[in-house]
């Protein structure tokens, strides 16, 4: 299986996330399932990192997990035409997602990865894409 976090969960797991998070990780890992980071999440996490009042332990912090168990993952010409298309088609329903989520919807779709993030809500907008939030207990 191949996920690909959204910010929001790569944010999460650099700042302790709960239990139940960290250890779907570690199952991901273990089990040899590609985690992807795309390139426009480390840019949102590098921005976010850059205009923190903590912005020296922030870098440090997003540093190492940028270097753990992650396949880098860039968003390249194909994932462009996808996101594209997932624009518009959720323009078309009237029912848009910020610019930077279109990206990551379009890279994770195309590679047919499941979405990792805890705004499950936006992201079922989009068709076809596949979201866990590794942090929801399961019932």
Excluded at 2 to 17: E, R
Excluded at 52 to 57: F, G, H, K, L, V
Excluded at 91 to 106: F, Q, S, T
Excluded at 113 to 137: M, P, Y
Aim: hydrophobic share 40%.
């Amino acid at each position: 299986m191949t996920y690909l976090l959204d910010t929001n969960a790569c944010i999460a797991l650099i700042n302790g996330a709960p239990q139940a998070v960290r250890r779907r990780f570690q199952r991901a890992i273990r089990r040899h399932s590609a985690v992807l980071l795309s390139s426009v999440v480390a840019y949102e996490l590098w921005y976010g990192a850059a205009k923190s009042q903590r912005r020296e332990a922030n870098t440090e912090r997003l540093q190492a997990f940028l270097t753990g168990p992650l396949e880098w993952s860039d968003f390249d010409d194909e994932d462009a035409r996808e996101a594209g298309m997932v624009r518009a088609e959720l323009e078309a329903a009237g029912k848009p997602i910020g610019a930077y989520d279109v990206l990551i919807a379009g890279q994770a779709r195309r590679r047919r990865a499941t979405l990792v993030t805890s705004n499950v809500t936006e992201f079922s907008r989009v068709g076809g894409l596949k979201c866990e939030d590794w942090g929801r207990v399961k019932k």
